[in-house]
C-alpha cells in the first residue's frame, strides 16, 4: 500500500494532549477508507503537523482528516523512502 | 536527543537512486554534528522531500545537509510525537 505524508499548519500551541486526541480521532475512522495512520510529529512552535499513512489514495487520506475534523493543508504521495 | 523534520522543494524528478546517493551523503558526515538522519521520504511529483532526524539542534541539521549539498528549505524541531 503506498505512503502518505501529509502537512498541516497553523497549528501553533498545539499540546502532546491535543496531537493525541487528533490522532485518536482519526485511527477510529481510518479503516472505513482502507487508510492506516502510522506516526505523527509535531512542531509547536512553528504550528507545523506531519503525519505518515499508508493508504489507497490521497484522497483517502484527506477524507478521514476531514471528517475528524482537521483537513490537511497539503498530501503527498512518498513512494520513495530511504 | 531532539528529533527533527526537514523539508527540501523542487526536487521533481527525483529517483530512488538519487535519494539513496543523498541520505548517504548526509550519513558519511552527520557523527560530525551529532545527527543521526533516521529516514526520508520522497515525492518525485511534486519535488518534496521530508527527512526525520534526531540532532541537538536545527542548525546541526542544515549543516550537514549544507556540506552533503542539499541545503534544507525548512528544518523543524518536532518535539511531539504520536
Known amino acids: 500500500m503506498p505512503e502518505y505524508m501529509d502537512v498541516h499548519r497553523n497549528m501553533t500551541g498545539i499540546t502532546a494532549e491535543d496531537l493525541k486526541a487528533a490522532h485518536e480521532a482519526d ?33 483517502a487520506v484527506q477524507r478521514i482528516h476531514e471528517r475528524a475534523g482537521h483537513r490537511a493543508d497539503e498530501v503527498h504521495a512518498v513512494p520513495l523512502s530511504v
Open 27 to 59: 485511527l477510529a475512522i481510518q479503516g472505513e477508507e482502507g487508510v492506516e495512520f502510522k506516526k505523527a510529529w509535531a512542531d509547536p512552535e512553528s504550528g507545523v503537523i506531519y503525519c505518515l499513512s499508508e493508504a489507497p489514495s490521497a484522497e
